[in-house]
């Protein structure tokens, strides 16, 4: 093995899978486990479980640098390689990781740990399901496509923020059998969001849904400069963000009614009436946000027992028609676009006989849509909590009750709800109840 110094503080590992770049390993005990790394990529490579199970396992305690380590030594591989790019998503913790290299931490406390050794927020992202599973819901599967591939967003993330995920319950399936060895399996409901924290935890603000990579990255930054400020001695945590959250809603206002006034739609109140005993809903839930909508409501309206009347309903949040909201999203249309690491995943996702095009002009529309309704639906309300001094302070566990309260009134699919709005116990179905 030949370790040669390429700068100050980066180093280059020569072995026989290829050169290995790693930075920040200057120090003797880093140069010592050189070697380390080196075996532990071999292994985690491995055709035997056993082996590459625990090469991953070691290899996470790596953390970056692990998933670097195993990116850079396969990555001509990875593309055509199943076996390799699964070894890299447990070693990462994420599906698709092979187009985001981006480690995730599991555990909060954790985190939070690392959080106060790097002076970095943290961006833990609430979701149904395993965000290291192919069928996790669906908004999680479109942040794997369209924000963590995307070059600046992923780059963000690894330079300034620590990373948490954790599920909220299970995503439900369902799965239709064709009867001739074909099954189709969908996720049929469930929402995401990213809270950024500080690090002891605490809640600065949050990023509902699906997002532009441009709109995802403004906020990341933006909540970062907060973060930033945060860890001046002496500074007053509460009156910060409570500034914060009021110049943001205040802006976002007066965003909301140019829009409509460019529009020439009546003008009305950005926040809509409190949803104080939601009622779950998966159709309902479903329509809260485009994207979701166009995959999982035609199952549902198949596979669900809910009247006719209930696949289209009103949301308490819809303050546009569907038309109205998809002619706001065209003002905004022109930033929205995947590049070609977001597009390396659809391509590798879609069907040979599918058109790349549509699908892609598609999916950046929806995206469109998704982003204005998310800022001045879920965002809005959002940072009113905070302006009004919610979540702040005083209560030790600020982020379980502010996540609380996003699935309860904004996603619709409250704890309480133990079926997420799937089973109408007022219809008679001819099968026993739900177990």
């Known amino acids: 093995m ?5 700068s100050a503080n980066s180093w280059m590992i020569s072995i026989g899978l290829g050169a290995i770049a790693l930075t920040n390993i200057a120090t003797p005990q880093a140069r010592a486990e050189q ?3 080196e075996n532990l990529v071999q292994q985690a490579a491995s055709k ?3 082996t590459s199970q625990q090469a991953i396992a070691k290899l996470r305690e790596f953390k970056n640098a692990g998933v670097d380590v195993f990116w850079t030594a396969y990555q001509k591989d990875l593309p055509n390689n199943s076996q390799l790019r699964a070894t890299l998503d447990a070693i990462c913790q994420q599906k698709d990781c092979d187009a985001s290299r981006l480690y995730w931490y599991k555990d909060l406390e954790a985190a ?5 050794e790097t002076g970095k927020p943290i961006l833990s992202l609430r979701l149904l399901g395993n965000l290291a599973d192919e069928l996790s819901c669906a908004n999680s599967r479109f942040f794997r496509t369209a924000l963590y591939p995307n070059a600046e967003v992923s780059q963000l993330l690894r330079d300034r923020f620590i990373l948490h995920w954790q599920s909220e319950r299970p995503v439900p399936k369902v799965t239709i059998d064709f009867g001739d060895g074909r099954k189709l399996e969908q996720t049929i409901t469930g929402n995401s969001i990213h809270y950024i924290l500080d690090s002891e935890g605490r809640p600065i603000d949050a990023i509902p849904g699906l997002y532009s990579p441009q709109a995802f990255i403004d906020n990341l930054k933006d909540a970062e400069g907060v973060a930033r400020s945060l860890q ?3 500074v007053n945590r509460r009156e910060v963000v409570v500034k914060y959250h009021r110049d943001r809603y ?10 409509l006034t460019r529009l020439r739609l009546p003008l009305q109140p950005l926040l809509p009436l409190a949803v104080t005993d939601p009622k779950a809903s998966a159709a309902l839930a479903s329509r809260l946000t485009v994207g979701k909508m166009m995959v999982e409501l035609p199952t549902l309206s198949r596979t669900v027992g809910e009247p006719l009347t209930e696949l289209n309903p009103t949301s308490p949040f819809d303050k546009l028609s569907d038309a109205n909201w998809a002619r706001l999203a065209s003002l905004y249309q022109n930033r929205v676009y995947l590049d070609q690491g977001s597009l390396k995943v659809m391509e590798r996702k879609l069907s040979p006989t599918a058109s790349m095009r549509t699908v892609v002009n598609s999916f950046e529309k929806a995206i469109a849509q998704d982003t204005v309704r998310n800022e001045y639906v879920f965002h809005a309300q959002i940072h009113n909590w905070f302006a009004n001094g919610e979540f702040i302070t005083g209560d030790t566990n600020l982020l379980t009750t502010l996540n609380r309260r996003v699935y309860d009134q904004l996603f619709l699919t409250p704890a309480s709800d133990p079926w997420l709005g799937l089973v109408n116990e007022n219809i008679y179905t001819g099968i026993s109840k739900a177990q």
């Not at 939070?112 to 106060?116: C, L, M, R």
């Open 2 to 6: 030949l370790v040669k110094k390429m």
């Open 35 to 37: 070697p380390i790394l």
């Open 48 to 50: 035997d479980q056993t």
């Open 112 to 116: 939070k740990t690392a959080s106060k």
């Open 232 to 234: 001046t001695n002496n």
């Open 250 to 259: 205040a802006k976002l206002e007066k965003k909301w009614r140019a829009d």
